[in-house]
């Protein structure tokens, strides 16, 4: 197997991933504090482990907006090379793929509501066999990776 990819995710993406986890935190919440009630109300357990729903959920909020978005971006890597599209990710299980480009039908970019506050965009990659993303680019490092991987492709084609 080759060295691994060196190109980084634009640096924005952990406040974006850290306001998704803000985002997704609330009804995490909801469900721990509803469960404690529960627990408490119904169940009649003791209070130590009656919260522990509660605990449990504020932790995982904590996760989520900490620590969660610094490792996946530390983790996430791409590089584009002669033959092919190198992409690496993954905090706890770690998934490299290679996209071979003589097998690249079509590259997109795209962007959501807060991808686009933040100057952030998608590019998407499709073959045959499905479609890899490189998510949270700067918009123009996403068009010329767009730009960059078509041209590759064709060639390819071309040969």
Excluded at 56 to 74: D, Q
Excluded at 108 to 120: E, N
Excluded at 123 to 144: C, F, H, M, N, R
């Amino acid at each position: 197997m080759s060295e691994g990819p060196c190109r980084r995710l634009d640096p924005k993406a952990r406040t974006l991933w850290r306001v998704h986890g803000t985002l997704f935190s609330p009804p995490v919440l909801a469900a721990g504090g509803g469960g404690s009630w529960a627990l408490l109300e119904r169940a009649q357990l003791p209070p130590w482990l009656a919260f522990s729903p509660g605990v449990a959920a504020a932790a995982l909020a904590l996760v989520l907006v900490t620590v969660l978005p610094p490792a996946r971006w530390h983790r996430w890597r791409y590089e584009v090379r002669g033959e092919e599209v190198d992409l690496e990710r993954g905090v706890l299980w770690r998934r490299r793929t290679l996209v071979p480009l003589s097998r690249v039908q079509h590259v997109d970019t795209k962007s959501g509501p807060l991808q686009r506050r933040f100057g952030l965009a998608t590019v998407e990659i499709y073959t045959a066999a499905g479609s890899e993303e490189i998510p949270q680019l700067a918009v123009s490092v996403a068009d010329e990776l767009r730009e960059n991987i078509s041209a590759l492709a064709q060639t390819h084609d071309v040969l």
